[in-house]
Structures are given as C-alpha cells and as structure tokens.
C-alpha cells in the first residue's frame, strides 16, 4: 500500500503560481512512477505530468508552465505551476505507479495503482 497526501492548491490570479508537493509512505518511492492529475467539473481525470525513473512527460497544453519534480530522500513529488490561466481552474491529485516497467508513457488514469485525496486549485481572471 502507498499513501499520498497532497498539499499546496489554494486561490490564485491568473498569471500567478502555485507549488503543489505529494508525500508518499508505504513502500520503496523511487520504484514509483509518480504523476499529476487534474480533474475539471463532469469530466474525467486528465494527465498533467509523470515522472517514471528520470524521463518527465507533460501536457502540452501545461508545457512551459508546468513542471513536476521528485525528491526521492524526502518521498516527495512536486508540481510548480507558473503562469496559471482560469483554465487550470481544477482538483489536482497525486497518483502512484507501482508497475511502471514496460508500460506506455505518458500514462492514463487507469495505469496509476495509487491516488491522494486531490487538492484544489482554483485561478481567477
């Protein structure tokens, strides 16, 4: 079992920045593939970032803007958000790859094992 918490979402204007970081406990991080999820209102999950071993994956829409880190001393993986738009306007949730080896990247919702709780972030025009 992995447990995530993440922390950091809150309100922002737009063009501002926030910092979202997800501690992990239960098992060995660095043989996770960690990841960043968002989810806007009746829609599903969608793929922000990834980051499996040392090769980092991001939207392109978020490319630029986005960039998402681990720091496999502290178990953490993070996600600096620059230049925020009303857009990005969602529930951002840390996600777990127990078995990454030979799976496909970037990754869909249904590869990740593990999921935080979500936090929000909401931006204003």
């Known amino acids: 079992q992995v447990q995530l918490v993440e922390s950091g979402g809150g309100l922002v204007q737009a063009g501002g920045s926030l910092r979202l970081s997800c501690a992990a406990s239960g098992r060995t991080f660095s043989t996770l593939a960690m990841a960043w999820f968002r989810q806007f209102p009746g829609k599903e999950r969608e793929f922000v970032a990834a980051i499996k071993w040392s090769v980092v994956y991001i939207l392109d829409s978020v490319k630029g803007r986005f960039t998402i880190s681990r720091d496999n001393t502290k178990n953490t993986v993070s996600l600096q958000m620059n230049s925020l738009r009303p857009e990005d306007t969602a529930v951002y949730y840390c996600?777990?790859?127990?078995?990454?080896?030979?799976?496909?990247?970037?990754?869909?919702?249904?590869?990740?094992?593990?999921w935080g709780k979500g936090t929000l972030v909401t931006v204003s025009s």
């Open positions: 996600a777990a790859d127990a078995r990454p080896l030979g799976k496909i990247y970037p990754p869909s919702a249904g590869d990740m094992d593990y």
